[in-house]
């Protein structure tokens, strides 16, 4: 859905089932930025539901890397009022979601120099663009 993602090599994706802890399953690096994007496995289909990013640039033009990067913001970063490793356990009861399966996309690095929430936002304008609204659990952009 997102072609300009396709340039970023470090990249990868990650299963999260009610029975998992989101520590174990997570394989995003913790000392890079970027960008994740989830998707919904519910009855046979596949439904993105959220939008993020992890980190910053600052004024000098490095990063500016959460302590544990982009894995400690999708395990304990806040989303419902939780840490997500508890939050998404619920949301796939509450919501009868089958699995989350996260993307993330290294944006800053040695081989690009994309400002994360630039890039979120690129995305999140193409989804807006085609459906008209944001993603489930994207509260406002």
């Given at each position: 859905?997102?072609?300009?993602?396709?340039?970023?090599?470090?990249?990868?994706?990650?299963?999260?089932?009610?029975?998992?802890?989101?520590?174990?399953?997570?394989?995003?690096?913790?000392?890079?930025?970027?960008?994740?994007?989830?998707?919904?496995l519910k009855n046979g289909k596949i439904e993105l539901i959220y939008i993020g990013s992890s980190g910053?640039?600052?004024?000098?033009?490095?990063?500016?890397?959460?302590?544990?990067?982009?894995?400690?913001?999708?395990?304990?970063?806040?989303?419902?009022?939780?840490?997500?490793?508890?939050?998404?356990?619920?949301?796939?009861?509450?919501?009868?979601?089958?699995?989350?399966?996260?993307?993330?996309?290294?944006?800053?690095?040695?081989?690009?120099?994309?400002?994360?929430?630039?890039?979120?936002?690129?995305?999140?304008?193409?989804?807006?663009?085609?459906?008209?609204?944001l993603p489930k659990w994207n509260k406002e952009y």
């Amino acid at each position: 859905m997102f072609d300009e993602l396709e340039k970023y090599k470090s990249s990868g994706h990650f299963f999260f089932e009610e029975n998992d802890q989101l520590n174990n399953v997570c394989n995003a690096p913790k000392n890079g930025i970027g960008v994740y994007i989830v998707y919904a496995l519910k009855n046979g289909k596949i439904e993105l539901i959220y939008i993020g990013s992890s980190g910053k640039i600052k004024q000098n033009g490095t990063a500016k890397i959460r302590k544990g990067g982009i894995f400690d913001r999708l395990v304990n970063g806040k989303q419902f009022d939780e840490p997500r490793k508890k939050s998404w356990k619920q949301k796939l009861v509450s919501e009868k979601i089958d699995a989350l399966d996260i993307y993330w996309y290294e944006t800053f690095d040695k081989n690009h120099n994309d400002i994360p929430v630039t890039v979120e936002g690129n995305i999140i304008q193409s989804f807006f663009d085609i459906n008209g609204n944001l993603p489930k659990w994207n509260k406002e952009y």
